[in-house]
């Protein structure tokens, strides 16, 4: 019986050590298909830095990983430069530390893509990396955004002070992102993804930057994360049975 994916959420993870993983791949193809800037809202703990790990392993190249699932046999496979910002690992106690944690994660891109950065704001740093990327590998540039809105969230309903904090932070994000609307950096941009768990409308990645198209509550996405009643059955159905054994219930009195 195949492992439950427990508090793991990267997909390269998953697949290597042969646990659970319901494909969604199939969702991943038709975005891929009709969309290059895409934004996704859920709540929490329901497989959005799953689906962000996703994406970058399939951009990354690794077909192997991919092998029994839908999407394995309809993509290319080709290796992209990728840049990914996960906001749940980036300070933002204070709006200064917020900052320096955006100027820390692009210099580290830098270093690793060996990309030279003008001095600046980290926005600025940001537009190099994209422009300079592509110039390198001769590819466009694939940008994914897990948890966009954390630094705002994390102070919401704490007080005045956080309150604060969260309009500034909101500030920065604002900066930061909308940069992104150059007509360059467009250019030099394979495929957007952003997650988050609210849509702030004054952050610029849905004001300024307007390109961004909005799933969260398109019909056709609807199921793109959580699991459906078909695929419980389909994927967990040993697990179901082994719960019913241990309770002596039959099986569908488990399910139910």
Known sequence: MRKLPLNESSFIEIRLNNLIYVDKTKYILELLDTSK????SRPRRFGKTLTVSTLAALFEGKKELFKGLYIYDKWDFKKYPILWFDFTAVANNT???????LHRRVEEFAREHDITLLE???QYKLSD???GMPKKYKLPVVLLVDEYDRPILDHLGRGDEHLEIALKNREILREFFGILKEGPLQTSLKFVFVTGISTFSKVSIFSTWNQLTDISLKKNFATFLGYTQEELEHYFSDHIQK???NLGKTYEQALN
């Not at 709006?95 to 944690?101: A, R």
């Open 129 to 131: 990396l994209i422009k």
């Open 37 to 40: 800037y895409v934004f996704l």
């Open 243 to 245: 719960m019913a054994d």
């Open 95 to 101: 709006p200064e530390l917020l900052k320096k944690g």
């Open 120 to 122: 600046g704001e980290p």
